[in-house]
């Protein structure tokens, strides 16, 4: 591709987060959002208006929005499980494709997806977009310096009530739609985690609850813990809460032979006079709110791959092992016993 060419994106969805992505879209040199797409064409319009997006055409048909000339990537952000049947016609249809988390909700869906975004040898980004959060960049630089050594224990956790009292939409609390607490949630903690530990997960343990007199009647348990084996020999804990009443919290944790970092604070023994804790200035996962996620550092290194035929370390295939880690923590908890982690194939 041609490093000048410009970049027509088409959006799938006209809810809180596909205004993110558009107004984030809109900051990137060399890309014009040219399409929006929604069962209802009227919904397509308003949000053209609403984002003067002078260039884009509405469409309430997916297949005639693929059709439109001359799209090149297209950014999903329909309710969960519409994801998988988009992702494979877009994927067949030969564009880039942006993929709000979770990709999907069941192993089938993602597997199928997977196979179809290999065979048509498109790019993918995921948006495990906290990868690019102040907090996460410093940590990673951290830990590829050597500053905390050899990991072996790591933890992440997602706290953050989003019942009526937030905004909680009456679809998440059902199974078929939310799936559970990790897949409509907690997944950017596991996600996290593995990101910065630098292994893949092999085995799991989980539990998980609601609280007694939950008012929100979720058809799944909004609160879980997982206990993680990493490829490498090293544990770890993810835990989740969508129904707790507190603040955002977003801990994060990481333990190694030379050194700890918790959530902004390292401490380590390669730096020689160091006692206690350093401070590590950067922005915090402190909030749920879209306009607050860092969405234009993931679209922009996206746009970079595309152009430069870079693989994006967030992918489908990347994010695959990610679901399927939730998938293992699912079944161990209906079986309270260790489960070992599938692998997708093809990835």
Not at 6 to 16: D, E, N, P, R, Y
Not at 71 to 93: F, G, K, Q, S, Y
Request: net charge positive.
């Amino acid at each position: 591709m041609a490093k000048d060419k410009t970049l027509s994106i088409g959006v799938i969805g006209t809810g809180w987060v596909a205004g993110a992505h558009i107004d984030n879209f809109k900051k990137i040199p060399g890309c014009e959002i040219t399409a929006v797409c929604s069962r209802k064409r009227s919904s397509a319009e308003a949000k053209i208006e609403a984002h003067d997006l002078r260039h884009a055409e509405a469409f309430n048909n997916v297949d005639r929005f693929l059709a439109h000339d001359p799209l090149d990537v297209v950014v999903i952000c329909t309710p969960h499980p519409n994801h998988p049947a988009e992702t494979i016609a877009a994927a067949r249809a030969g564009k880039h494709i942006v993929i709000e988390k979770p990709v999907s909700l069941n192993r089938d869906d993602l597997r199928k997806m997977v196979a179809a975004v290999n065979k048509a040898k498109v790019k993918t980004s995921v948006c495990f977009e906290l990868r690019w959060i102040g907090l996460f960049k410093n940590i990673k630089a951290v830990v590829d310096q050597g500053l905390l050594g050899n990991l072996f224990y790591g933890e992440a956790s997602y706290f953050h009530g989003i019942g009526p009292w937030y905004g909680q939409w009456s679809w998440n609390i059902k199974k078929k739609m939310g799936g559970d607490a990790l897949l409509t949630a907690g997944c950017h903690a596991l996600d996290g985690l593995i990101y910065l530990m630098g292994s893949p997960v092999v085995e799991v343990s989980a539990m998980a609850n609601t609280s007694p007199k939950n008012p929100l009647q979720y058809e799944y348990d909004p609160n879980s813990v997982a206990l993680l084996k990493f490829a490498n020999g090293a544990i770890g804990k993810v835990a989740t809460s969508i129904e707790c009443r507190q603040p955002y919290l977003f801990p994060v944790l990481l333990q190694g032979d030379k050194g700890s970092v918790w959530n902004d604070q390292v401490s380590t023994t390669e730096w020689p006079g160091l006692h206690g804790w350093a401070k590590l200035p950067a922005a915090m996962p402190d909030s749920g709110d879209v306009d607050d996620h860092p969405y234009l550092g993931q679209l922009e290194y996206f746009v970079d791959c595309i152009r430069k035929n870079k693989t994006p370390h967030n992918d489908l295939n990347n994010a695959a092992h990610v679901h399927e880690v939730v998938f293992a923590i699912n079944e161990a908890i209906k079986t309270r016993k260790a489960v070992k982690v599938k692998k997708t194939p093809g990835t």
